[in-house]
T-cell receptor, first 111, second 119 residues
Framework: GQSLEQPSEVTAVEGAIVQINCTYQ??????LSWYQQHDGGAPTFLSYNALDGLEETGRFSSFLSRSDSYGYLLLQELQMKDSASYFC????????????WGAGTKLIIKP | NAGVTQTPKFQVLKTGQSMTLQCAQDMNHNSMYWYRQDPGMGLRLIYY???????DKGEVPNGYNVSRLNKREFSLRLESAAPSQTSVYFC??????????????????FGPGTRLTVL
């Protein structure tokens, strides 16, 4: 089977650093993506890891370890506008087009 | 450049009614998708179209049909709506395809969503 697991909710303080984990069980995939979704909004792409290691984009970084079936999204210098849900997704190896999505992590930021 | 547009934004139906959700993209993307999102859940793929002229079932296709009208437009039809189809529906598009033997990562761009309630 194929599934991704994320914590349902994470709370952090403005200005701090937070890590959102994603573990997966899938027979094969091409890479791990992260999307952000604000309440009432549409998902927007944040990052993609094709290979093991760390990808950095401004305040956001994403990490993938295929051997551990694990990835994470790291958000630094948290701002109130980062309050949103964050989804990890993998692209199935047997389909060029289908993404399998985690259920999402709601990030709550306190001042 | 509007990206991905969807109509309508909101819709209320009675059980058994039919409707079509419209989606269009102006990014010259090959691939288009329809997802549903239920409260507290991730996105589930209903149907997708890898390229103009093709459509394939996703994870939850029952009760839905799709039409890839042309490269820009991809519609989703509910023939006989049921309360279980109450959800938020997102259309998305991506460049799609392969580069040689390598799958090209294709970021998906989403429309604003249609909030559908079936009574």
């Amino acid at each position: 089977g194929q599934s991704l697991e994320q914590p349902s909710e994470v709370t952090a303080v403005e200005g701090a650093i937070v890590q959102i984990n994603c573990t997966y069980q899938t027979s094969g995939f091409y890479g791990l993506s992260w999307y952000q979704q604000h309440d009432g909004g549409a998902p927007t792409f944040l990052s993609y890891n094709a290979l093991d290691g760390l990808e950095e984009t401004g305040r956001f970084s994403s990490f993938l370890s295929r051997s551990d079936s694990y990835g994470y999204l790291l958000l630094q210098e948290l701002q109130m506008k980062d309050s949103a849900s964050y989804f990890c997704a993998v692209r199935r190896k047997d389909s060029n087009y289908q993404l399998i999505w985690g259920a999402g992590t709601k990030l709550i930021i306190k001042p | 450049n509007a990206g991905v547009t969807q109509t309508p934004k909101f819709q209320v139906l009675k059980t058994g009614q039919s409707m079509t959700l419209q989606c269009a993209q102006d990014m010259n993307h090959n691939s288009m998708y329809w997802y549903r999102q239920d409260p507290g859940m991730g996105l589930r793929l209903i149907y997708y179209s890898a390229s103009e002229g093709t459509t394939d079932k996703g994870e939850v296709p029952n009760g839905y049909n799709v039409s890839r009208l042309n490269k820009r437009e991809f519609s989703l039809r509910l023939e006989s709506a049921a309360p279980s189809q109450t959800s938020v529906y997102f259309c998305a598009s991506s460049a799609g395809g392969l580069a040689g033997y390598r799958v090209v990562h294709n970021e998906q761009f989403f429309g604003p969503g249609t909030r559908l309630t079936v009574l």
